[in-house]
């Protein structure tokens, strides 16, 4: 790490993270006298490298906006150790981000979204592939993980938000308070490894409330609705008939990524951020979730 930094020594300070699957270490990459110069994520198993590779591509691409610039970390380097991968990214403010929606979390995601947008029907989306990928691969092979009703709502939606012709873009995936900083001027995201291209509008902006609704019980998942109209006004204006099914896929995926987790360390992990999620598709489906 040092050499990849172009200093003589270095000290380290290590994060395991929660239990899961693709579990990595975090190390606060520190010189002799204490000051940080860059963090370094290290996987080790299969599924963490997979994980991390997913997030050098995704800072890599990200790095191509010049209206994303200071908002993510850089890539600084990689390196492979003793079987593991080791990828040094740029350290961000120091100050964590906001825990409620505001004008940053407005500006950033309008300029990610923007950054990578392309028109497509939901039908042809990555998004909805992958679901369905996924969704095949859980039937055959731990069907005990998947939500009994995850199935009528990928019906649902290739029925009715199938043919709708919509922006897609990049979404995070994990956009939530505790993957921010706030700069002088500006949000600052980290933990990348979640990206995908092809997502559907408002994806970010359900998970940063919805996922905070799912770790303290609330039946509501989305409490600002007015962010939620704000951000879709910017970008996509015709899309508010569409903003519960818009909701339903978010949740969908998310259940999805949970059951693929479950499937692949069974016990490990949030079972009653899994549940609750199984339960606001159950009230989508139903037409009462609370959004």
Known sequence: MASVLGVEGVRLAFYLGVPAPHRKVTAQVLTPLGKTLAYAKIATS????????????????????????????????????????????SMGPPTPGPRELS???LHFLRHLFNSFRVQNTFGQSPMLARMSEKWRTLEQISPQSL?????QALKRLHDELGPV???LSVAHGDFAPWNTRLGARSLFVLDWERASEGMSPLYD???????????????RGIRDRRFVMRLLEALWPEGEEHLPNLYLAYL?????????????????????VWRWFAQQIESAINEDALL
């Open 205 to 219: 902006a359900f998970n940063f409330q919805a996922l905070q609704a799912a770790l303290q019980g609330r039946r």
């Open 147 to 151: 939500p009994a009703n995850v199935e």
């Open 165 to 167: 012709s919509m922006p």
């Open 103 to 105: 004008s940053v979390h």
């Open 252 to 272: 969908t995926d998310v259940s999805l990524l949970y059951s693929e987790a479950q499937s692949q360390a069974p016990g490990v992990g949030e079972k009653k």
């Open 46 to 89: 299969e599924l963490a490298r997979e994980a991390l590779d997913t997030e050098r591509r995704a800072l890599l691409r990200l790095s191509q906006s010049k209206a994303l610039q200071g908002t993510v970390p850089k890539v600084l380097g990689s390196v492979d150790w003793q079987g593991s991968t080791i990828v040094l990214i």
